[in-house]
């Protein structure tokens, strides 16, 4: 019986929290100065992965994580190595090159050939771009199976069950290793990493690459015309109670 | 209907010939090619998801001729259905039971074969779950950098989408030949369902073979209008404290209203309603023509979902909530005593 080798990819993207600005010149969102964590969905991958190995239903060889980003994105990949990853790999991309998820796609296919990794959990999309897409781009150059928006799964020897959250309720998937999978929101609440794990993990292996090493080169298929501030919303009126509510829900006509 | 894309054809074609130059082969095939929409439609048990014909607003918006394409078991019948729709020429079915949950593994090849053979510049699909799922598959095999959740067509190959939990409005520019895009339902509204008259055409069927094996499903089931097409949603948050509260409070007012129920992750990560509900960045999309949400602080992830309402409308007993920001009309009380009580009176009326 075959054991997981998992590859976790992982983004460094503005926290959560913050709220974003566009730019003067309208060409990009601001990140100088502005706090930035492990894109949510992935802590939930490095946690499902920990899991996974804590379970022990399938012997897990290794954790691998990784992370195609700005030198600054070493930071995230020590975390996720805290909370249990065993290396990491990290392609040095700077901010301004940044890749499409298609180009991340055929990244992830030349490191998942290199480690001969079995399983691939990755966030369901990232909260900066939103596209939601590179979990499935790499499923489908690897030709292999896939189960995105992933709320639970447990793996028997080669065997794998997924319940996927789609429109209006769950569906549950069962299919076979290699696969991708893509982590929702629901799938399991990701622990902190300890004061020790995070000393642990500075003695971790952590490897930097390039593009190049991947016989790869940057080629974006699409170009930025504008970034823009989404058109705001007047401010409203409060009223003092039930009855002011529904007279003023009548007068703009949503009654 | 407005056609971005037939303008600027047009436009291109005069300068081609203003230039007087020999027009070469090549610029002639790309004219001919640039205005053939696939418009890939959703069917669920025979029937036709008529949320999905977002994707043929998209593609009358573009401009140009436009073919739907559905597969499954039942997948003429729903082709027929898919026929009388307003604005489509062509619909090309595959009638085949492996097609019916759309599993991306053999549904992704398929959908290839056909985009190949019909020689599309765009394809279009609703940004549902079985878009999400499906089209980025289908981009990465024909080498092409999808992209997602369009609210707006510039041209033929420039559109606009939300990032950031829609805090900022990307307008994108894409150089692939064949450009694969799902677009937001709340920004292309159905079309209409009578009035056309398409031809039927059987596609291609790859066959193959998919390693995932549909197990079972558990779709929360309902009598009130659908979340993501409502007319009015009701959504109820943290405040609600529990689920007793939020089934005794939240379901009345919304029969009163005749409005979907949603939910802020607060109130779905506690169990108070199902992740279905779920409103926001990494939930369900809504624009109604009102949202009136109780109990509801306004975080930007779940103002991402709703802030195109027409009318938004808040109870929230802090102030400060940031959704008092947003909110239309605004009511500063306690929601255990302000939701019956306006339940009562909008049933009165």
């Not at chain 2, 079985?130 to 997602?148: C, E, H, T, W, Y």
């Not at chain 2, 799902?182 to 209409?192: I, L, N, Y």
């Amino acid at each position: 019986m075959s054991k997981l080798r998992i590859l976790v990819p992982i983004k460094r993207v503005i926290d959560y929290a913050t709220k974003p600005h566009v730019n003067r010149t309208q060409t990009a969102v601001m990140t100088a100065n502005v706090k930035h964590s492990m894109n949510p969905f992935d802590e939930l991958s490095i946690e499902e992965a920990v899991r996974l190995r804590e379970r022990n239903t399938t012997p897990v060889e290794e954790i691998v994580a990784f992370s195609a980003g700005p030198p600054k994105a070493q930071d995230i990949l020590r975390t996720a190595m805290a909370i249990g990853a065993d290396r990491s790999i990290h392609v040095v991309v700077e901010e301004k090159d940044a890749l499409e998820p298609l180009g991340v796609a055929k990244l992830l296919q030349k490191v998942v050939d290199e480690q001969k990794s079995n399983l691939v959990i990755l966030g369901k999309q990232s909260i900066d771009d939103d596209a939601g897409q590179t979990g499935q781009m790499l499923a489908g150059l690897l030709n292999w199976a896939q189960a995105t928006q992933a709320s639970k799964v447990s793996i028997e020897g080669e065997s794998v069950t997924v319940t996927r959250e789609v429109d209006g309720g769950v569906e549950t998937l069962k299919t076979k290793l290699p696969m991708v999978i893509t982590t929702d929101l629901r799938l399991n609440e990701p622990r902190y990493a300890s004061l020790p794990n995070i000393m642990k993990a500075k003695k971790k292996k952590l490897e930097k690459k390039t593009l190049a090493d991947y016989g790869l080169a940057e080629n974006l298929k699409l170009k930025t015309i504008k970034v823009t501030e989404p058109p705001t919303r007047k401010g409203g009126v409060k009223v003092e109670d039930v009855d002011g509510m529904i007279s003023k829900l009548k007068e703009l006509g949503a009654l | 209907m407005f056609s971005v894309a037939r303008q600027s054809v047009l436009r291109r074609a005069r300068t081609q010939l203003r230039s007087a130059q020999p027009t070469t082969l090549p610029q002639y095939s790309a004219l001919a090619r640039l205005l053939s929409t696939l418009a890939v439609l959703e069917q669920r048990e025979g029937k036709l998801n008529v949320s999905s014909l977002a994707a043929i607003t998209a593609g009358t918006k573009l401009g140009g001729s436009i073919t739907a394409f559905v597969a499954g078991s039942g997948a003429k019948a729903v082709a027929d259905e898919a026929a009388k729709v307003k604005g489509v020429d062509k619909i090309i079915y595959v009638e085949n039971g492996a097609y019916d949950k759309g599993l991306p593994e053999n549904f992704a090849p398929l959908l290839v074969e056909n985009i190949k053979k019909g020689g599309f510049t765009h394809v279009f699909a609703g940004h549902s779950a079985f878009g999400k799922n499906i089209m980025p598959r289908v981009a990465a095999l024909l080498d092409s950098q999808q992209i997602s959740d369009i609210t707006e067509i510039e041209s033929e190959d420039t559109f606009v989408r939300p990032i950031y939990a829609g805090n900022a409005i990307l307008t994108v520019q894409s150089s692939d030949s064949i450009k694969v895009i799902t677009v937001r339902g709340t920004a292309f509204p159905s079309p209409e369902t009578d009035g056309g008259s398409a031809a039927l055409e059987e596609g291609v069927d790859p066959k193959v073979e998919s390693p995932t094996e549909w197990v079972s499903e558990d779709l929360a089931k309902s009598d009130r209008p659908d979340l993501g097409s409502a007319d009015k949603v009701v959504s109820g948050g943290r405040g609600l404290k529990s689920k007793e509260e939020f089934d005794r409070l939240m379901p009345p007012l919304a029969d009163a209203l005749g409005a979907a129920i949603g939910a802020s992750r607060a109130a779905v990560d506690s169990g108070f309603a199902d992740n279905s509900l779920q409103v926001g960045q990494t939930g369900k999309n809504v624009a109604p023509q009102l949202y009136l949400c109780a109990g509801i602080s306004g975080a930007i992830q779940h103002l991402a979902g709703m802030k195109d309402s027409k009318v938004i409308a808040a109870i929230n007993k802090d102030p400060d909530a940031p959704i008092f920001q947003v909110a239309d009309v605004g009511l500063v009380g306690d929601l255990f005593d302000k939701v019956p009580e306006l339940t009562e009176k909008l049933k009165a009326q």
